[in-house]
């Protein structure tokens, strides 16, 4: 297997691929996971260079150097005192750079480690600067990174008019693309005119074992967000993200945050036997198990709750195989079934969305929740309203693959 390299490896070892950036003013945006191969954050790695100027950075949701568990919990700006240089939240005051940020920099290097799934928010931040860029004639540099779920394709493409911090366009639940594949998408989806550069990986293999996505044994994991505390959470997550729009524990506070669920008033067991017996084929490519846990802050805190673990990091993992969106959708679906008046849709406030539920923010538009309610629906019913989407967007995506 070649040796793997990120685009910020390649900017970092390659003074030619800097040559161009010499003599403008460089802004970073980046979170706790942009690191080199041997470990140092992009922005001290880059400030070390000598050949570079940086004048800003920028963090997105959780912060620049990670600094926040939850969502809709705010990062200050600061300044950092070592490198001189402000640092500009856009998960704050603003979700947009301001045209005061703006003027702080010539070239913006975003190097954001993502989860391959629509509802990420670095991925929307990162439209948020394709398109401020094209208005205040700023050039933008990818450095990319894996997609560490790999290629394959899930789940509904966001509707018209459904367009949120959780859903930057029509996009299906699992993309399957990289941030550098996803600008690239963007810039022709918005038609924005900008001076972008991709900075491509060395050695990514998405279609490789083990990793599928991830390059095992190349490089540590390490949290892009708080509660990404592993591959096997990136791999679950397309699905288990739909749980932050339910009632349900999606497993914050405990060490395995979104890839178990459950709640105290849950039967977990006939839950698994439910789903095992309604869509058996949808649940390939996993384990599924009982367990019991109590989280220490968020839903159930303090509540013992029962629940399932949805396991991703044995010999029963089939990369292809797994399906997370359909997973969840049963896991709600056979919910309804057994307890027709369970009350399962989160009804507080979801990323600072006060009007529509958050299961329909998270899905797109509202009809997974109708599915599930709806207690003649099938999961051939679902099938038939997201195979054409998933098949629309493998068609789609194809002119955008740089690998």
């Not at 366009?169 to 924005?192: N, V």
């Not at 050695?203 to 509660?227: C, F, H, K, L, V």
């Not at 044995?314 to 369970?342: C, I, M, N, T």
Request: glycine share 8%; aromatic share 10%.
């Amino acid at each position: 297997m070649p040796a793997f390299l990120s685009g910020l490896d390649r900017l970092l070892g390659d003074s030619d691929l800097r040559l161009p950036l010499r003599g403008r003013r460089l802004a970073l945006l980046a979170h706790p996971a942009s690191v080199s191969a041997d470990m140092t954050h992009a922005l001290d790695a880059l400030a070390a260079l000598g050949d570079v100027q940086l004048t800003a950075a920028f963090g997105p949701q959780h912060g620049l150097r990670g600094d926040k568990q939850d969502n809709m919990v705010e990062s200050a700006e600061f300044f950092d005192p070592q490198h001189g240089i402000p640092v500009f939240s856009l998960y704050g005051t603003v979700r947009r750079p301001t045209s005061q940020m703006m003027s702080t920099f010539d070239t913006l290097l975003v190097d954001l480690q993502d989860l391959g799934c629509r509802i990420y928010t670095f991925i929307t931040t990162l439209l948020y600067v394709l398109e401020a860029a094209a208005t205040h004639g700023k050039e933008v540099w990818i450095l990319d990174r894996p997609n560490p779920v790999g290629r394959p394709v899930e789940g509904l493409l966001l509707r018209p008019g459904w367009e949120s911090f959780v859903g930057a366009g029509p996009l299906p639940m699992r993309h399957g693309l990289t941030m550098g594949e996803l600008a690239c998408w963007f810039i022709s989806q918005f038609e924005l005119e900008l001076d972008c550069t991709v900075i491509r990986m060395q050695g990514w293999s998405p279609d490789a074992a083990p990793g599928y996505g991830w390059p095992t044994g190349q490089r540590s994991w390490i949290n892009p967000s708080p509660n990404a505390a592993s591959l096997a959470m990136a791999r679950c997550y397309a699905g288990t993200v739909m749980l932050e729009g339910s009632s349900l524990s999606e497993g914050r506070g405990t060490t395995r945050p979104l890839e178990l669920f459950g709640a105290p008033d849950l039967d977990a067991r006939r839950l698994i036997a439910g789903m095992h017996s309604l869509a058996p084929a949808w649940l390939q490519g996993c384990r599924l198990r009982e367990c019991w846990f109590e989280p220490t802050f968020h839903k159930h805190a303090g509540q013992l709750c029962h629940g399932v673990q949805i396991h991703v990091d044995d010999s029963a993992y089939l990369h292809q195989g797994f399906r997370p969106w359909r997973l969840q959708s049963l896991a709600f679906k056979v919910l309804r079934r057994l307890q027709p008046d369970y009350p399962l849709w989160r009804d507080f406030p979801y990323e600072y969305e006060m009007e529509r539920l958050a299961i329909d923010l998270i899905n797109g538009s509202p009809a997974l929740r109708q599915w599930v309610d709806d207690p003649t629906a099938t999961p051939g019913d679902l099938d038939a309203l997201s195979r054409p989407d998933e098949e629309a967007w493998l068609q789609l995506r194809q002119d955008f693959l740089l690998y």
